[in-house]
């Protein structure tokens, strides 16, 4: 049941185990109460626009939509719930694309429980919170090449799906989508998308 004033929480990972922990944490704060829980990006988007919670507890890589992509689509919705994204990826064009897609919080999963809690508060409050040695990172961080198309295919090649499997899922023409998948790569410096899905990866970039 959720208690008067307190602040909303829908929490998305796909780690079940995770979830239930983080989820039973938070709701141990006598502010907090986790109000639904998600296991994939989708699904969150799905929640929030059904429950309105005050703040999307998200990880990032997920099936089906990141956790990033599901805070872009929520803000460019209008929904006034904000995002907290909670990773184990320190990585600095996550948080380049975090912030540009209206995340407000950004957290490494090694935080304490207090950590996260005030976080939240935080950012409920109107606030942002980042930690400042990542924010200094992704200040010097070289800006992300890839349109958002590009990095769609990239991810789901790097699943391993055929240039038509990838068509099905993005609808489009799997020419289309090998014309994505090259200037990607080209963009990159990469051979071949296997090679691009791998540096767009490690610079937080898919």
């Known amino acids: 049941m959720t208690r008067p004033d307190s602040i909303r929480i829908v929490v998305a990972e796909d780690q079940a185990l995770v979830l239930g922990a983080i989820a039973a944490l ?3 704060e006598p502010d907090m109460t986790v109000v639904g829980r998600a296991a994939n990006g989708a699904a969150a988007v799905e929640c929030v626009r059904a429950l ?4 999307l507890l998200t990880d990032i890589e997920m099936p089906e939509m ?27 064009g996550y948080l380049a694309r975090s912030r540009a897609a209206g995340v407000r919080g950004y957290l490494l999963k090694d935080s304490p429980v207090e950590q996260l809690a005030d976080a939240i508060r ?10 400042p040695d990542l924010a200094s990172a992704a200040w010097d961080h070289g800006a992300d090449p890839l349109t958002q198309r590009e990095r769609d295919a990239l991810r789901l090649a790097d699943e391993g799906l055929s240039n038509k499997e990838i068509a099905i899922r993005l609808t489009l023409s ?5 014309n994505y998948l ?19 990866r490690l610079n937080g970039w898919l």
Request: proline share 6%; charged share 20%.
């Open 66 to 92: 990141t956790g990033i992509d599901a805070a872009r689509l929520l803000s460019e919705a209008g929904a006034t719930t904000r995002t907290v994204i909670v990773t184990t990826f320190a990585r600095p």
């Open 52 to 55: 309105l919670p005050d703040i």
């Open 174 to 178: 799997p020419g289309t989508v090998r």
């Open 122 to 131: 935080e950012v409920a409050r109107g606030g942002i919170v980042v930690p």
């Open 26 to 28: 938070l709701d141990l």
């Open 182 to 200: 090259s200037e990607g790569a080209a963009k990159l410096g990469a051979s071949n998308r296997i090679e691009a899905g791998r540096i767009a």
